[in-house]
């Protein structure tokens, strides 16, 4: 298996909805990252996690909630989002160390909140 | 922080060759990376530089300068479905490594 999955591709949500993202993968890696994507616009880094461990937040607002419950799963829990926050959400991961260890990434969630 | 500089679009022709350049200003470099993404989807690894030098993959190359900042993503024989955002993406490792992109290289292959 060489693939990240992403669950739902789209989701509609409201402004007062409480909603999860889900990420997951069977490659062994042991970093897990989230990553927003606008259209037109570079994925921009969210969140890390090591060995399930939460390293970066990338002053990410509080209404996004990650959530590692092993190394193969990845959550992003939402919660009051705004109209801003339509975006692509992608999942990644990656082996940890050095080398040529290139990110592979989820087909991505396209969220709009309404 | 990283700045990361790579031009918005580029067209070429079917069978041609394009370069893409990108160029970096950062600390804790460690690899660079370049991922292609088609509209709606997400991005597909391409290459990986760490050294200096060529590395050739098929119709892709990317090279890797590291004292001048610099590397550039080399597509030959160009096919309509090269048609994409090429993005230019530098590992930082601070502690922990982390993936940072440029604004991305829009390419439009043209017959």
């Known amino acids: 298996d060489t693939e990240v999955t992403q669950t739902p591709k789209h989701l509609v949500m409201g402004m007062t909805n409480k909603k999860s993202l889900k990420c997951e993968q069977h490659?062994?890696?042991?970093?897990m990252y989230w990553y927003k994507q606008k259209a037109k616009k570079p994925p921009e880094l969210m969140f890390v996690?090591?060995?399930?461990?939460?390293?970066i937040n990338e002053s990410v607002p509080s209404r996004f909630s990650p959530e590692c419950p092993n190394s193969s799963l990845l959550n992003l829990h939402l919660h009051a989002l705004q109209p801003e926050d339509s975006a692509l959400y992608l999942c990644?991961?990656?082996?940890?160390?050095?080398?040529?260890?290139?990110?592979?990434f989820g087909s991505g969630t396209r969220l709009t909140v309404v | 922080g990283q700045n990361i500089d790579q031009p918005t679009e580029m067209t070429a022709t079917e069978g041609a060759i394009v370069q893409i350049n990108c160029t970096y200003q950062?600390?804790?470099?460690?690899?660079l990376f370049w991922y292609q993404q088609h509209a709606g989807e997400a991005p597909t690894f391409l290459s990986y530089?760490?050294?200096?030098g060529l590395e050739e993959k098929g119709r892709f190359s990317s090279f890797l300068s590291r004292s001048k900042g610099y590397s550039y993503l080399l597509l030959k024989e160009l096919q309509m479905k090269d048609s994409a955002s090429y993005l230019c993406?530098?590992?930082?490792?601070?502690?922990?490594?982390?993936?940072?992109f440029g604004k991305g290289t829009m390419l439009l292959v043209s017959p």
């Open positions: 990644a991961s990656s082996q940890t160390g050095q080398g040529g260890y290139g990110y592979t």
């Open positions: 490659m062994g890696h042991r970093a």
């Open positions: 996690y090591s060995y399930e461990k939460l390293s």
């Open positions: 950062t600390s804790g470099f460690n690899g």
């Open positions: 530089n760490v050294l200096d």
């Open positions: 993406a530098v590992r930082v490792d601070s502690g922990y490594s982390t993936l940072t």
